[in-house]
């Protein structure tokens, strides 16, 4: 996993915590390195923060 996360940073992939974005408490993601992000365009993520709901994610592995 670490490997992977690295991988993800090389191309420019932050932790979404650093863009105040969390994952859901009701809904978490299977793993706390599944939640990433990445600005497409300089300070493009300063007007997002929030929460991300992952119960998609059960759905469609059930």
């Known amino acids: 996993m ?3 996360i690295a991988t993800y940073q ?3 992939f932050r932790s979404k915590t650093e ?3 969390y994952a859901s ?3 978490p993601p299977p793993s706390v390195e599944n939640l990433m992000a990445m600005e497409l ?3 493009g993520m300063q007007k997002y923060s ?3 709901d ?3 994610y059960n759905a469609l592995t059930h």
């Open 10 to 12: 090389r191309f420019g």
């Open 2 to 4: 670490k490997e992977m």
């Open 25 to 27: 408490k009701k809904n």
């Open 19 to 21: 863009f105040g974005i």
């Open 54 to 56: 992952y119960s998609i």
């Open 50 to 52: 929030g929460e991300v």
């Open 41 to 43: 365009c300089e300070v």
